[in-house]
């Protein structure tokens, strides 16, 4: 495939996703993510994998750390029932600037299954990062998209949205719930 075609994923779900999702109480999960260094045919051919093992799993985001892999790369794709839109791969993403607006919004997360919960975000963002072809992008978000990218880019920090999430009892009884313990959330001061 020629470096410069468009990154083709049909947006279906396979019997067997490329890539394996790692869950919380994972360290992979906890560390920050290193920079991409070049993006070439194994980077473009790792956001394929990530967006079929996305698509796989019924979910609008995915982080690399998800995947096991510690790089500052994500896919997004807020038109699941779109084939036509395609979706975003953000690599070495950075926001510029947050709106002053806060939104609550119910968010879940792959790694995380089952557990949702009302997380506060900036409205939207300016974000800047290199797409599939190592181009540079510049571009604002708001609505799902903004919160999609800002949940799967606190993931390159080692960030997971139960730690941001307000309501701690019903955090505790969520992730009961869903099998996963409490004592694998770093809670979030305000103001971070
Ligand atoms: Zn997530």
Redesign the pocket.
Known sequence: MPSTAPILVEKTKLERPPLEIHYLGDRVLRQNCKRVSRVDDKVRQFAKEMLQSMYSADGI?L?AP?VGISKQMLVVDCNLDDPTTPPLILINPKIKKFSRDIAVGPEG???IPGVYLDVKRPEAIEVTYKDERGRPQTRTFTGLPSRAIQ??MD?LEGI??VDRADNELELTQELAKHGFSFKDVRRIKKGK
Do not use: W
Request: aromatic share 10%.
């Open positions: 985001g982080a998800q997360c792959l790694s949940h799967e993931h997971m949205f």
